[in-house]
């Protein structure tokens, strides 16, 4: 079916399959448009994060799908860059040409150790970080992942925010807080007023759900809503780490858009980043 998707990961970082893979198994699925979003390299001990000595051939890969594959489908070369404030983001990219950005908070803070505390690795390690460095307070640490994504959209502007609402992760039966709660509406909406103001686009990204981590996509159906209210602009991403995820829960995402009233998404192809509309069984193009 006609999708596109420009969240997708390989074995650079921590996908598990080689771009070739992946655009063949995406070309058999009829996908429109792909991007690449490797994990980009950070200035520390990680194995999930690309490394830097291998971004050439990263970027070589992906130069000869384009030349190889580019009559079946749009491909392009982007990266899923981390922003930790003060350190690392988008601008420390820019010199590659990508043909875009994802710009996404995982690295939240420092322990005296030097390792980071991550909002998405483990539940025991969001625990503990919850514990150790905000002194068991959600709301603060709620509030720290935020700021560091308005940071990121002020200071450091990526095409596309990822998994905005990352900090649910590991939230199912509400274990850590309440969406519902207003301390939480309040912080997500002072986001959300940036990202219109920025003009980033939002993904809506089905990794949460389909791994059965989160009971709905990053961003939630609420978020959407209001996105909806504020005329943000959306696109559709797996954050697919295998080719079997490569347009996982799209028909879903369709109906909840449709419901939302949001009928455009966001796309790429060679006219550039464009709305266009869509159903269940694909995009309009
Ligand atoms: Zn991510
Ligand atoms: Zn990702």
Redesign the pocket.
Known sequence: MKWTNY?T?TKFCDGNAWPVQMIEKAIEQGVYAYGF?G?SPVPFESDWNMQMPELPEYFQQIDEIKEKYGSQIHVFKGM?VDYIAGLLGPKNFRQYNLDYI?G?VHYIKRYNTGDYCTVDHTADKFNTGLIELFDSKIEAFSKFYYQQVMDLLVSDKPDIV??IDLIKKFNKGNRFFDENDNWYKMQVSEVLQIVKEQGVIIEINT?GKYKNLTDEFYPSDWILRECKKLGISVTISA?A?TPAEISKEYENVAVLLNEIGIREIMILDNQGWRPVGFSEKGLDV
């Open positions: 969240h990961h979003s994990h899923e994802i996404s990822g998994h990794r954050d780490h």
